[in-house]
DNA sequence: GCTCGAAATATTGTATACATTTATTAATAA
DNA sequence: TTATTAATAAATGTATACAATATTTCGAGC
């Protein structure tokens, strides 16, 4: 019985589910911008007490998900366009700013080997000819460790911490961008480009080239502003509702 | 009775009070860097009960003054010296891309009165001969709130966000950098030097020019970074100690 | 019919009891 | 004496009861 418990990290078991569960709300948009979370909601859907459920509603707190309300309690936070382009831009700041460091240290080749790795296996999705929707989420998969790495590179705890915060916003998500379910014929073509410019990174870090790294980085993150604005313009409709799930579209990398 | 407990904000007193303990605790050095926190010390020594403890804990953990420890419970995080630089280095990224933006929107007279009258005040302690501790602590004061005004000014919740949560974190706070308590004298050098930056920005803003904005706030920080490394070279004991009180010495401004 | 107010409800903040896990200590054997 | 292990102690994670506050609802008065 307390064995069934132990998949995963026994610690902290019940606050975690808290945690996820409600993310997971938030994010498929079960609960609107800008609503109140009760305690006891969370209680009857989730199954746990109120204890770790207070938990997670600090730490998504403090994940920017939701904010405190002035009567006590949290509502969950409201983003427009432009917190979304800001989020972006201080993403790519940053992970310019890491790209810049790393590139400064002169890692060696056997630093580089995971990033080598991860930007090969990225090649082998984008040169297929057309892509599906497992290849696709791979790909989100490796953009993710991609950038995690990069970052690590900086050695840096501070900027790794600074970077894992700005990115919990789910549209600022390292490399993660927002795309259109049906675009993913547009979505193929933006791949290309976002792979060039890993590659791009790749090389200028091992050639020590701090500054092409820097720029190269940051202007990465422009790629991921471009298809934020391809999507917000294309539906618009769906997003600025209520400015309700404007998280619930589909999520995707670059 | 009860109207006595309404001094301040009555919502999370109790969580306030041990939030705000915890923290003095741990700057003050009363708790060492890597040094276990149980909760039931700070019941005792705050009167509050588990509850808002655990909140606190959590709390100061997001700011980053404590880490999750692996076996649970919370831990004092140590910084080394490198860190420190690290975080003075981001919040002037940080810093520089929100004066960036301010002067690109070129803000109205209006907009910039307070802080020219921040300015102001800083111009009034910092033209006299010499400086009292209640006028080396107006100083702070006021620098505190020079740097809030102009991250304020760039008009980006996410900026905002990310500067307090990296200023949090106290010898990367706002313009504050470490000094020692017999070098009066010549912080006052260095308040001329950062006085005269904090001009120059405001003229920047002034003037729309983006450029120089962000620069010279960059530049800010850097002066930030040697007074650290100053402080940290002129009695390098007491902070190498242990790791121990590292944050114990006395926080001054800049 | 509408507004203002009071009771009722709901929700949060706090305290505490319980269970499980981790750390410490004591004891025993090699 | 040292190492290993069992027992004790301590600390965390969780659940729940209680108190104070905020919100909603229902009704009275204009």
């Known amino acids: 019985m307390t064995r069934l418990m132990r998949n995963g990290d026994p610690r902290a078991a019940q606050t975690l589910k808290a945690q996820l569960r409600l993310r997971q709300m938030i994010l498929d948009g079960e609960l609107c911008a800008g609503e109140r979370v009760p305690e006891l909601m969370l209680v009857k859907r989730t199954g746990v007490s109120r204890t770790p459920i207070r938990a997670a509603l600090l730490r998504l707190a403090e994940e920017g998900l939701l904010e405190p309300s002035s009567s006590g309690g949290f509502v969950v936070r409201a983003f427009d366009e432009a917190e979304m382009y800001d989020a972006i831009d201080v993403r790519g700041m940053l992970e310019g700013a890491a790209a810049r460091r790393a590139a400064r ?125 391809a999507a917000a313009t294309r539906e618009a409709a769906p997003r600025k509702a209520a400015g309700g799930n404007l998280i619930r579209l589909q999520l995707a990398a670059v």
Not at 151 to 157: E, I, K
Not at 159 to 172: C, G, K, Q, W
């Open 105 to 229: 240290r002169r890692p060696s080749h056997a630093e580089l080997s995971d990033l080598r790795d991860c930007v090969g296996a990225m090649d082998a999705i984008v040169k297929r000819r057309s892509l599906s929707v497992e290849q696709f989420s791979d790909f989100v998969r490796l953009n993710e460790r991609y950038h995690s790495l990069l970052v690590g590179l900086a050695r840096s705890s501070v900027l790794t911490r600074a970077v894992e915060r700005i990115a919990a916003l789910p549209f600022a998500s390292p490399g993660a961008f927002v795309v259109a379910q049906s675009a993913l014929a547009d979505a193929h073509q933006t791949l290309i480009t976002s792979q060039e410019q890993h590659r791009a990174i790749l090389e200028a870090l091992a050639a020590g080239a701090s500054a092409r790294a820097e720029s190269v980085a940051r202007e990465h993150s422009n790629l991921a502003k471009r298809n934020l604005h």
